[in-house]
């Protein structure tokens, strides 16, 4: 049975907290991605007005091994981040519980994240984590799922991208579009694009394909 959580922590509990302590007035949104497995929320959009100074924030925080600024719009920046083993209680636990981030944003005062977990076991060694690191959480909302059948997994973005590439045949074979059109076409380097494409799919193929036994590693 798939447990749906929504909660809450505090902004200076959380590894990205680091940057509203350096720049003022910014918000903090997950490129939703799937499963977490090996990263933890890679893609992040900040709004700034400065994302070169975002970029050394996090860049020289002992929590990160890279920082990659892969594009910028009018009001914010996509970031990639590479966490390094140096994290805070709640991304650890959510590496050891095998959570998937469906959503997550962070303001000055605090994170609010809706979290996936395969059961109600793994749901309770990650509270017994944040407990034991002395993490206040506010549990706003937990509901379950039977299976996996709604767009949970995939974010606006996602979906549309997708679709796009579909609709201009970026999936026939032969192709009859490239990665870059594609990408010109969305505004966005031809690397944000191919990760972009990467990542839904694999969400897709988790909601669709995959059930609640996870195999063993």
């Known amino acids: 049975m798939t447990v749906i959580a929504e909660i809450t922590v505090p902004a200076d509990t959380f590894t990205l907290g680091c940057i509203f302590a350096e720049v003022s007035d910014v918000e903090i949104t997950l490129e939703r991605v799937v499963p977490l497995r090996e990263d933890i929320m890679p893609l992040l959009w900040i709004s700034s007005d400065d994302p070169t100074s975002i970029e050394q924030t996090l860049s020289e925080h002992p929590g990160t091994d890279s920082v990659d600024h892969l594009t910028t ?82 974010s606006t973005v996602q979906r549309e991208t997708l679709l796009r590439a579909y609709h201009q045949g970026y999936f026939k074979v032969p192709r009859r579009t490239t990665l870059t059109e594609l990408a010109d076409a969305e505004g966005i380097s031809d690397s944000a694009l191919s990760q972009r494409i990467r990542r839904a799919t694999d969400g897709l193929i988790e909601q669709t394909l995959l059930t609640d036994d996870r195999p063993e590693s």
């Open 73 to 154: 719009t009018d009001s914010e920046a996509l970031f990639e981040v590479d966490w390094g083993s140096d994290v805070d209680g709640i991304m650890q636990a959510l590496r050891d519980t095998h959570a998937h981030v469906l959503e997550a944003t962070g303001t000055a005062d605090s994170w609010d994240f809706r979290l996936r977990f395969a059961s109600h076991e793994e749901l309770s060694a990650f509270n017994m984590a944040l407990t034991g690191n002395n993490t206040p959480v506010t549990l706003r909302h937990l509901y379950t799922h039977p299976r996996l059948d709604d767009q949970s997994t995939l």
